[in-house]
T-cell receptor, first 110, second 114 residues
Framework: RKEVEQDPGPFNVPEGATVAFNCTYSNSASQSFFWYRQDCRKEPKLLMSVYSSGNEDGRFTAQLNRASQYISLLIRDSKLSDSATYLCVGFSGNTGKLIFGQGTTLQVKP | NAGVTQTPKFRILKIGQSMTLQCTQDMNHNYMYWYRQDPGMGLKLIYYSVGAGITDKGEVPNGYNVSRSTTEDFPLRLELAAPSQTSVYFC?????????????FGDGTRLSIL
């Protein structure tokens, strides 16, 4: 089983839709989690950190559920510019390394 | 600000050739990383370094070597290129390892082995 698993999609949604991605992790020692955004053939860029209390940044809301070992990302009022691959990433304090999920692809259509 | 700079951006190699992927950062970050990303997959850690003179293996180190003689530079070397090493390679740096510190990525090097 992969340490960080995501549904690869693609998720095809119309502009203005609300879309949610989930990610599960298997290593309970993982301490921190992040969502990165990767545009086609470009480098990953940090979108937001994920906290148990939930955190919001504009149209984006991230949530961590440690009991169920899953992380979510909610995007409200989708824009065409949100089309990208979203990478769920875990950090293990034991190894000091980031573990990347395979990514979920979002296509927002007019 | 230049950030993390990788060269070359594209390269085609023949099986058995060798080459060095260059990575340099101007942010005075101690931690540097090399990842590979195969089509439709997430990033896999090849090697990382916590400071000049110190390197360690990641998930997929076989077929690669690294060195870290300065804080700024972290080159990745392929000694005997194989088709399985066809991938996109990303170099990244951070002031600390993981935690709440984001990793800054270079633009990537697209490498094809034929």
């Amino acid at each position: 089983r992969k340490e960080v698993e995501q549904d690869p999609g693609p998720f095809n949604v119309p502009e203005g839709a609300t879309v949610a991605f989930n990610c599960t992790y298997s290593n309970s020692a993982s301490q921190s989690f992040f969502w990165y955004r990767q545009d086609c053939r470009k480098e990953p860029k940090l979108l937001m950190s994920v906290y148990s209390s939930g955190n919001e940044d504009g149209r984006f809301t991230a949530q961590l559920n440690r009991a169920s070992q899953y992380i979510s990302l909610l995007i409200r009022d989708s824009k065409l510019s949100d089309s990208a691959t979203y990478l769920c990433v875990g950090f293990s304090g034991n190894t000091g390394k980031l573990i990347f999920g395979q990514g979920t692809t979002l296509q927002v259509k007019p | 600000n230049a950030g993390v700079t990788q060269t070359p951006k594209f390269r085609i190699l023949k099986i058995g050739q060798s080459m060095t992927l260059q990575c340099t950062q101007d942010m005075n970050h101690n931690y540097m990383y090399w990842y590979r990303q195969d089509p439709g997959m997430g990033l896999k850690l090849i090697y990382y370094s916590v400071g000049a003179g110190i390197t360690d293996k990641g998930e997929v180190p076989n077929g690669y070597n690294v060195s870290r003689s300065t804080t700024e530079d972290f080159p990745l070397r392929l000694e005997l290129a194989a088709p399985s090493q066809t991938s996109v390679y990303f170099c990244a740096s951070s002031p600390q390892r993981g935690g709440d510190q984001p990793q800054h990525f270079g633009d990537g090097t697209r490498l094809s082995i034929l």
